[in-house]
Nanobody
Framework: VQLVESGGDLVQPGGSLRLSCAASGLSFSSLLMSWHRQAPGKQLELVALIANGDRTTNYADSVKVRFTIYRDNTKNTVYLQMNSLEPEDTAVYYC?????WGQGTQVTVSS
């Protein structure tokens, strides 16, 4: 099983990024997928999740309206579109499914 994140980068405040998580070795379409993040010196926190069937989504209050999670089951990929990025969004972002985690991708928001 592999979860491979990509799309992290250095971006200015107010900018946008799209993170991708490509999954392999698991039944992607049947799984709830989620994004988490960990900022330096802080605990891991749930950012967003998307259900498998009806694709219900849920977000941390800090990212509501600004972030959108969506999935493409034909590509076994889940995305996190991040808009209006703030310095407080700086963190390593991880993809998660069941007990599996990706390696993380660094997002840095700084001028």
């Amino acid at each position: 099983v592999q979860l491979v994140e990509s799309g992290g980068d250095l971006v200015q405040p107010g900018g946008s990024l799209r993170l991708s998580c490509a999954a392999s070795g698991l039944s992607f379409s049947s799984l709830l997928m989620s994004w988490h993040r960990q900022a330096p010196g802080k605990q891991l926190e749930l950012v967003a999740l998307i259900a498998n069937g009806d694709r219900t989504t849920n977000y941390a209050d800090s990212v509501k309206v600004r972030f959108t999670i969506y999935r493409d089951n034909t590509k076994n990929t889940v995305y996190l579109q991040m808009n209006s990025l703030e310095p407080e969004d700086t963190a390593v972002y991880y993809c998660h499914a069941n007990e599996y985690w990706g390696q993380g991708t660094q997002v840095t928001v700084s001028s």
